[in-house]
Nanobody
Framework: VQLQASGGGLVQAGDSLRLSCAAS??????MGWFRQSPVKEREFVAAINWGDNSTRYAGSVKGRFTISGDNAKNTVYLQMNSLKPEDTAVYFC?????????????????WGQGTLVTVSS
């Protein structure tokens, strides 16, 4: 199983970026995004459940970020608008079908390598 994330980069505050993650090897019930900065532990950003296409967001990104995807292609996207300097982090794609909270890293069996997003002020 491999998760390949892409789309990170350096942008200014207020700009937009779109991250992509393609999973290969097997299908998953859930896919999501987490992020980690040097001063914070890995934190939940957003997740999608392929069964009912329900989505979940961290409060800090709700209204600015949108998770979507193509279940048939096992691909998930994260559209990030109105980016802020505090969004600066390495963003990790995750996939899994364990029980538990979507907000917890323990729900996800597999992780991508991460893509760096840097937002300058």
């Amino acid at each position: 199983v491999q998760l390949q994330a892409s789309g990170g980069g350096l942008v200014q505050a207020g700009d937009s970026l779109r991250l992509s993650c393609a999973a290969s090897g097997r299908a998953f019930s859930n896919m999501g995004w987490f992020r980690q900065s040097p001063v914070k532990e890995r934190e939940f950003v957003a997740a999608i459940n392929w069964g009912d296409n329900s989505t979940r967001y961290a409060g800090s990104v709700k209204g600015r970020f949108t998770i979507s995807g193509d279940n048939a292609k096992n691909t998930v996207y994260l559209q990030m608008n109105s980016l802020k300097p505090e969004d600066t982090a390495v963003y990790f794609c995750a996939a899994g079908d364990r029980s538990g909270s979507y907000f917890s890293t323990g729900k996800y069996n597999f992780w991508g390598q991460g893509t760096l997003v840097t937002v300058s002020s």
